[in-house]
């Protein structure tokens, strides 16, 4: 190294004062270089004569440029370069190969290796001024290129953000014109989205995956926009017919929700197609049996059975919510996921539900 026990010289200036790493083990040339570029107005020059530091100077102090020796001892320069450009993650790195090795081949496999520029030695020191110069320039408009960019997509990241927000107020607000249809108290959904976002927890699914759970469940039933009023609200038992026309409101309501490029409508879709679907492969409307049935829709089918049994509808009244915890406790295994069941009978009876 240049110094008793240090590994670099130079002075270190603010965050925003430009580095430049000089690596060469000819200590001579790396002080005509620290020299030609102070005297350029660069005062932060970090510099070594050992060619295994520079990487941990690279990664340590994150030059906006590398002078590299070609041929050094322990690790050449082409080697150097492509080490540099495997661990960095800046949008340009400038790399200047500085050599004596006159040959053709030489300067062509520098650059392959991933150099910017390549000069010979010995150099002039006007001209590595100017090519520093270029090289750091490029730099520049490559990071303001990348900053522009790195804007115009969080733009971009805002408007679709909104249309997506949007776009769910209507389908929220489409999901809470059905429900008045056939829930006395209009809030079944909301109370389906908080069950549901609890049993997600309680399964072992995480924060974010619950709280995708909690915000789409109320989508749940938003396909019964189609099913008339006649067949909704009839007081009796529906015939197989009626039956079969009520069963649709699943496929309806996926394909209203079908399309969604985010997470939260495209969870709404998958609960809303499988919310009806049972462990024993006897639901509707695809007949999915055990894990074929997405965690999400087997979520939601315990907390909609409960919760539609214990409020009073226009075709029945409340039941007991003990009735409605044994039913779901009968039904594990072949109506409903045991786990979920399960967990369902957890929160029961630890909590009072609404």
Request: net charge negative.
């Amino acid at each position: 190294m240049i110094d008793d026990a240090a590994d670099l010289i130079g002075a270190y200036e603010p965050e925003s004062a430009i580095r430049i790493l000089v690596a060469d083990d000819s200590l001579p040339n790396v002080r005509l270089l620290t020299t030609v570029l102070n005297r350029a107005g660069y005062d932060e020059v970090l510099a070594t004569t050992r060619g295994d530091d520079v990487l941990r100077v690279y990664q340590n102090e994150r030059p906006d440029i590398v002078l590299l020796d070609l041929h050094m001892p322990d690790v050449d320069g082409c080697t150097l370069t492509k080490q540099l450009r495997a661990v960095c993650d800046e949008p340009y790195l400038p790399i200047m190969v500085i050599s004596g090795d006159l040959s053709p081949d030489a300067r062509v496999r520098t650059l392959r290796a991933g150099a910017s520029d390549f000069v010979t030695k010995p150099f002039d020191p006007t001209e590595i001024t100017i090519r520093v110069q270029n090289l750091l320039e490029m730099r520049r408009v490559h990071l303001t290129l990348a900053r522009e960019n790195r804007s115009l997509e969080e733009r971009v990241r805002e408007r679709t953000d909104e249309l997506t927000a949007a776009r769910l107020e209507v389908l929220e607000r489409l999901a809470s014109a059905t429900e008045m249809r056939d829930d006395v108290t209009g809030h079944h959904t909301r109370r389906v989205g908080r069950l549901s976002g609890e049993l997600a927890l309680r399964v072992g699914a995480s924060e974010y995956v619950a709280d995708l759970i909690r915000r789409a469940a109320p989508l749940h039933d938003i396909g019964k926009i189609a099913i008339p009023d006649q067949i909704l609200r009839k007081p009796g038992p529906l015939t197989d017919d009626e039956y079969a026309l009520m069963k649709t409101h699943a496929e309806v309501g996926a394909s209203i929700l079908a399309g969604g490029d985010n997470a939260l409508v495209m969870t709404a879709e998958r609960i809303a197609l499988t919310h009806h679907e049972r462990w024993d492969g006897s639901g509707y409307p695809r007949g999915l049996a055990a894990e074929a049935i997405p965690l999400d829709g087997r979520i939601v089918a315990v907390a909609d059975f409960y919760d539609a049994l214990v409020h009073e509808r226009p075709y029945r009244g409340a039941l007991p919510r003990q009735t409605a915890l044994d039913m779901i406790e009968e039904g594990a295994g072949t109506m409903f996921d045991c786990d979920v069941a399960a967990a369902m009978l957890d929160i029961a009876s630890e909590m009072e539900l609404e």
